[in-house]
């Protein structure tokens, strides 16, 4: 493991024992997107499934763009970590505000498409703005 791995499972792992209090044994489904964030917390979270099991990499496609290579990503990490992958289609309503709809309709998928008891987990860099 790299060191700068070592460092983020370290502080993944602190978080779930801490402020998240994660009980020991509770499954965690990994919400990626292809991108560093979400890769790295795929790849941490596979160095602690012996205290977490892995509840999965799950990819949605929001159906807006082209987007093979955020999800070749998101394959490739969840293989590497050696989870199972599910990528999840979305069509998304019509109206106003489409991130904020894309972001509804990617929760709402995911709450329904990972097993009731698993946690979903987001990966998202310091700068990310919601």
């Given at each position: 493991m790299t060191e700068m791995l070592s460092?983020?499972?370290?502080?993944?792992?602190r978080a779930l024992k801490g402020p998240c209090q994660v009980a020991k044994g509770t499954p965690i489904a990994v919400a990626?997107?292809?991108g560093a964030d979400s890769v790295g917390?795929?790849?941490?979270?596979?160095?602690l499934s012996d205290?977490?099991?892995s509840g999965g990499v799950f990819y949605v496609?929001?159906?807006?763009?082209?987007?093979?290579?955020?999800?070749?990503?998101?394959?490739?990490a969840a293989e590497r970590a050696g989870a199972e992958f599910t990528a999840l289609r979305l069509n998304l309503a019509e109206g106003s505000n489409l991130q904020a709809r894309a972001r509804s309709?990617?929760?709402?998928?995911?709450?329904?498409?990972?097993?009731?008891?698993?946690?979903?987990?987001?990966?998202?860099?310091?700068?990310?703005?919601?």
């Open positions: 460092d983020v499972v370290a502080l993944v792992q990626c997107s292809g917390l795929v790849a941490a979270l596979a160095e205290t977490w099991p496609d929001h159906g807006l763009r082209q987007a093979t290579a955020e999800k070749h990503s998101a394959r490739v309709a990617r929760y709402e998928a995911l709450e329904e498409a990972v097993p009731s008891g698993t946690l979903i987990a987001t990966g998202h860099t310091r700068t990310d703005q919601a």
